[in-house]
């Protein structure tokens, strides 16, 4: 008897050893992930005396099931884009580098080039996504936005993602309202754009939902209402409406239901 009791917990703390030798190397694993997810996010901005940029990329977990983008994609036009996988964790990280290679902004044919309008960058990744055939009813929101630095046109799309913010000074955020439809289920899915003049001091906000329960919320007319504490966030200059937006996110005080990937992009014009 004594022996078999003995034998019984020698044999517990064996699993017990195993397991927590399981779940190091498991954290390791997925910490060695998320570095790697990370490389494929943007190292440098592009450059340019007329804009500034801002970013935050917090992930839920090790790893995100949001990406980002900021491409200069030649001498006048800069594209840009947030993407947010349904759910996060690996099966949505793993998703979104696929995304990263599916979202094409231009394409170059012998010594030419053309750059797709936003509405076509929607379509076509829809297209790859669509020929896929995901399991698990998996689907990914966007919003890409292409920028001509010389006239400060703003032409954007989106697919299922909440609405760029246009931050103007003196004025209250807008949304800049254009339909379209989640990406990867309906393989004829539309997707509208809209382009926006803009000018000295403005400020363009995109970002994931899981930012939204700090930005604001939508209004039973359908309207969205602005939280207070991110008026007075985006009214800084955007050094200062980073860290201010950056920290006010990782202090929220959410359920763990309640806590998701969180990625923005803010670009303000000089």
Not at 56 to 72: H, K, Q, T
Not at 76 to 93: E, R
Not at 163 to 184: D, F, H, K, T
């Amino acid at each position: 008897m004594e022996k078999s009791l003995l034998k019984s917990a020698t044999q517990r703390r064996k699993n017990v050893k195993n397991a927590l030798a399981f779940a190091g190397d498991l954290e390791s694993q997925l910490r060695m992930a998320g570095r790697v997810q990370r490389d494929f996010l943007p190292k440098q901005l592009p450059e340019c005396s007329q804009l500034q940029w801002g970013t935050v990329f917090l992930p839920a977990e090790w790893v995100s099931g949001d990406i980002y983008d900021i491409v200069r994609l030649d001498e006048q036009n800069i594209g840009f884009y947030v993407a947010d996988v349904v759910g996060h964790g690996m099966p949505a990280a793993l998703l979104t580098i696929f995304l990263k290679q599916a979202l094409i902004m231009r394409q170059t044919q012998g010594n030419t080039y053309h750059i797709f309008e936003p509405a076509e960058v929607m379509t076509n990744l829809n297209a790859r996504l669509t020929e896929q055939k995901l399991s698990g009813n998996q689907f990914i929101t966007c919003c890409y936005c292409l920028l001509n630095i010389e006239t400060l046109q703003l032409t954007y799309a989106r697919a299922g993602h909440p609405y760029p913010i246009l931050i103007r000074p003196a004025q209250p955020p807008l949304p800049l309202e254009v339909r379209g439809s989640l990406l990867g289920i309906f393989e004829n899915a539309e997707f509208g754009q809209q382009t926006v003049q803009l000018q000295a001091g403005d400020k363009l906000l995109i970002y994931s939902d899981g930012a939204e329960s700090y930005i604001g919320s939508s209004e039973q007319e359908g309207k969205f209402d602005f939280n207070e504490l991110f008026r007075e966030t985006a009214a800084l200059p955007i050094d200062e409406m980073m860290q201010q937006f950056e920290a006010s996110l990782q202090n929220q005080h959410l359920k763990p239901s309640e806590i998701d990937d969180i990625t923005a992009i803010v670009l303000q014009i000089c």
